[in-house]
């Protein structure tokens, strides 16, 4: 479907390009032509009054070429009231006179000529005319290779700018492919966790009403009803992650990992769990301190639940990093790489409770931030969670 998207975005966007240059070269070369004509014009216009003093000069109608300046002797012509040629320069040769006044087109040996006849007036009368030519710059011959060149030119920048704009089409769509992906396999997975509990209580409701016993039934439905209300929660709170406006603002991490590990001390004293702490002073971070001290939580439980009795938390803050080593139970190679995976739950006693949520939150929390979290671990020996952390 995105693929689509951007295919349709970048055609439209050439489409767009494509027009924009074809609107513009047709404006050009409107532009370009009626320059080029006036610029002609106004050079007629200036060398015709070299022409008219030439009129009134002594040696007219009996002049020679010489008498001509060289810059317009051979694009000049000179007829009289009559109509009879004085004198015509070489443009000229062959080109029938017609007494029509201003500017016109002629074409001399395939060249598009611009002339300006001009008549001389003397006490009221006609004396002669005086005609001047010069070449057009821009041919109209010419126009349709220019059109030609410049279609070329502006189809390959679009089919340039087409590949282009798939690529940012595509980077652009990337996030909301991401999501959607996530979406359809987050609702897969729900679907498929809660299935699971649906099926529990219904069985112990089916139980109670074929037995009679409805007491052991409804505490078992509760139960059940208690772990589907879990479940829900835990998927709401990563669906409000997901979109989660992240808030930023300067949080006391040393605070944080010490007030939420006073809670978690206790839980751990209880199961004769040992807890070694060594926590540097001053370390603050910019983020969201509420989802920040969810991480901590986290991963405080899993030390705790997952370890063995009589076993030991050690926890370490730096400037750098916040480490949590257990010597729980542990985690199987194969099993490592997938632990932070929504409803992943590894082959081992750590699935006995929970749903596979509480990593794949935690994660998703510590990439809000820009900061990076791994795990290290032995079977049988414990895990080491560690995340890089970025201080204000």
């Not at 004396?127 to 279609?151: G, S, V």
Request: hydrophobic fraction near 45%.
């Amino acid at each position: 479907m995105f693929k689509r998207i951007s295919y349709r975005i970048a055609l439209q966007f050439t489409a767009f390009v494509l027009g924009l240059f074809l609107v513009n070269g047709i404006i050009f070369l409107a532009a370009d032509i009626t320059n080029a004509r006036r610029q002609t014009h106004f050079r007629l216009s200036r060398e015709s009054f070299i022409a008219i003093r030439h009129i009134d000069h002594p040696s007219f109608p009996d002049m020679h070429p010489e008498d001509l300046p060289m810059q317009i002797r051979d694009r000049v012509r000179f007829i009289d009231a009559s109509g009879t040629t004085l004198y015509a320069g070489r443009y000229f040769t062959d080109v029938p006179f017609s007494s029509g006044q201003g500017f016109s087109r002629i074409r001399i040996a395939e060249d598009d000529m611009s002339v300006l006849t001009i008549p001389v007036m003397v006490e009221g009368k006609l004396k002669a005319y005086a005609q001047i030519a010069d070449m057009e710059r821009l041919r109209l011959n010419d126009l349709p290779l220019r059109a030609f060149l410049y279609l070329i030119v502006s189809i390959s920048v679009s089919a340039l700018t087409f590949l282009v704009g798939i690529f940012f089409a595509r980077r652009s769509l990337k996030p909301a492919e991401e999501m959607m992906m996530r979406l359809e396999q987050f609702t897969q997975d729900a679907s498929h966790e809660l299935r699971t509990p649906l099926a529990a209580l219904n069985s112990s409701l089916d139980l109670a009403l074929k037995t009679g016993k409805h007491q052991e039934g409804l505490h078992s439905a509760k139960e059940d009803v208690k772990d589907i209300t879990v479940l829900v929660e835990r998927l709401l709170e990563l669906a409000r992650i997901d979109k989660f406006v992240l808030g930023d603002e300067e949080v006391d991490f040393t605070a944080l990992v010490t007030d939420t590990l006073e809670k978690y001390r206790i839980i751990a004293k209880e199961k004769g769990i040992a807890v070694d702490a060594v926590i540097a002073n001053g370390i603050t971070v910019r983020g969201d301190a509420a989802l920040l001290r969810q991480v901590i939580s986290n991963l405080f439980m899993n030390a705790v639940k997952f370890n063995k009795p009589s076993g030991t938390i050690k926890i370490l803050l730096t400037k750098k990093e916040l480490s949590v080593v257990d010597t729980g139970i542990g985690i199987s190679p194969n099993d490592v790489p997938n632990i932070f995976n929504r409803f992943f739950q590894a082959d081992t006693s750590r699935a006995k409770e929970g749903f596979g949520l509480g990593l794949a939150l935690t994660r998703r929390i510590v990439e809000l931030h820009g900061w990076t979290i791994r795990a290290d671990s032995v079977l049988g020996k414990g895990t080491t969670f560690r995340i890089a952390i970025q201080t204000a």
